[in-house]
């Protein structure tokens, strides 16, 4: 069995990997990137690499143990002969519902065509509900539809950081055939073997409409999730209470333990898109066009909700004298090298125009700076700072616990520190602030 994996970004590359570890399974696996500058850059960096590619440890392992035997170009010619094609491309959407989807669509057209007889192609990519289908019904209007290929869609499960990996050979599986049994035996009979998966966990959803809208659905309660909790925590700030004492409290019932936390905003590459896609779907595949509300005031405050926090710097920045400022984390996310919409970036961009001396400590970024801003990978003294800014999670709590400067300024922003962290640093530093408390 041959499998080929098309686009090794985020999701494309550990999944190229994974099917690398079933080598008793899988007689060859081949990844293709786009035939452009920015694909054969991405295969240079990928052999220039030398270990920690993804900064996980099991993926790591597995770039290590395999790169000699990477068959990886942008030649699409070496994945016709598969038995499956994952489609692993991001199908891009900005607030204005401007949409890669012709090029998307070129491109699963080209496989389409040149597959060899009984291959399957798997879209393992977010889509805007109706897409598959409507995608079908091109290719049956435009006269090359191919029954022997078979076309299965089922949204990627990536959580990059340290469950990197286990997120995509663990996290339930979501699929569907649009009702045809036998490619559902052929998906299901791949998907145990090269997942860690059961029963339970392979979900077969009767259309690609369920499929699909399963993800968007999934990320837009998500990103809501976090609009909805921004004016809580502006409102605790005022009414000088804990927020987070409060919401830990709630979060002792059941049904409520996936209630958010305040922080810097919403950054990454899924979040500020993916919600998107039900009015592209509406205004580009049903005859009814939706508004959507909610999603329009959920994206409007998440693109917003970083500005709290620069006010906030801003604010300290001119009331006290400040030279040296050290952020920890530049990354949207903890433990990734991923700097897609990171707000930490928009709040680098607003303070570096009063000429501040700005460090950044992220030991996963791999850039050597950022807006002229040194990222640095290790920490051995804090008192050259006068102010640290805490965006990311990051181990260095104990060097600020025992080296810190003693007028120096701390503000968090996505509750980093601990009760007893902030009853040790209060008596050492000038002053802390901690987004959603107004109790400090």
Not at 190 to 197: C, G, W
Not at 206 to 213: I, N, R, S, T, W
Not at 304 to 313: A, E, F, Q, T
Not at 415 to 428: D, F
Request: aromatic share 12%; charged share 30%.
């Amino acid at each position: 069995m041959k499998i080929s994996v098309i686009g090794l970004g985020f999701v494309g590359f550990p999944l190229f990997l994974t099917l690398l570890k079933k080598k008793k399974l899988i007689s060859k696996v081949v990844g293709i990137e786009d035939d452009s500058i920015f694909g054969k850059n991405k295969i240079k960096k990928i052999f220039k690499t030398d270990k920690k590619y993804f900064n996980n440890k099991e993926l790591d392992y597995l770039f290590t143990k395999y790169k000699n035997k990477f068959d990886i170009s942008t030649n699409y010619l070496h994945a016709l002969d598969s038995d499956f094609l994952f489609i692993c491309l991001p199908f891009n959407i900005n607030k204005n519902l401007i949409t890669n989807e012709k090029k998307f669509f070129i491109t699963i057209k080209k496989y389409y065509l040149g597959l060899k007889k009984g291959s399957t192609i798997i879209l393992n990519s977010t889509l805007p509900p109706g897409f598959t289908s409507n995608l079908i019904k091109n290719i049956k209007k435009k006269n090359f539809f191919r029954k022997e290929v078979k076309i299965v869609y089922s949204p990627e499960r990536v959580e990059p950081g340290l469950n990197y990996y286990k997120s995509i050979v663990e996290t339930p599986r979501v699929f569907s055939s649009n009702g045809n049994k036998k490619v559902s035996n052929k998906i299901i009979n791949l998907f145990n073997s090269i997942f860690k998966i059961n029963k339970s966990k392979l979900i077969e959803l009767d259309k690609y409409e369920e499929a699909e809208l399963c993800k968007v659905l999934e990320n837009s309660y998500r990103a809501t999730n976090i609009a909805f909790i921004e004016e809580w925590g502006l409102f605790s700030e005022k009414l000088g209470a804990n927020i987070y004492s409060v919401i830990d409290a709630i979060k002792q019932r059941e049904t409520h333990k996936n209630i958010m936390r305040p922080g810097l905003g919403v950054g990454g590459y899924c979040l500020t898109k993916d919600p998107f896609f039900a009015k592209f779907s509406s205004s580009k595949y049903l005859k009814a066009k939706l508004k959507f509300p909610f999603i329009n005031l959920t994206m409007q405050v998440n693109s917003k909700m970083h500005l709290r926090s620069i006010n906030l710097i801003k604010k300290i920045l001119s009331k006290n004298n400040i030279k040296k400022i050290l952020l920890v984390g530049i990354s949207y996310t903890n433990n990734v090298d991923d700097l897609r919409n990171s707000r930490a970036i928009d709040l680098l961009r607003s303070i570096k125009r009063k000429k501040y001396n700005i460090s950044i400590y992220d030991p996963y970024v791999k850039e050597k700076k950022i807006l002229n801003s040194k990222i640095i990978t290790k920490i051995n003294k804090l008192k050259n700072f006068d102010l640290i800014i805490m965006i990311n999670n990051y181990d260095i709590k104990k060097i600020f616990l025992n080296n810190i400067k003693k007028n120096s300024i701390i503000i968090d922003l996505n509750r980093i520190l601990k009760k007893n962290e902030i009853n040790i640093l209060k008596k050492k530093t000038k002053d802390i602030y901690i987004l959603g408390r107004g109790d400090i």
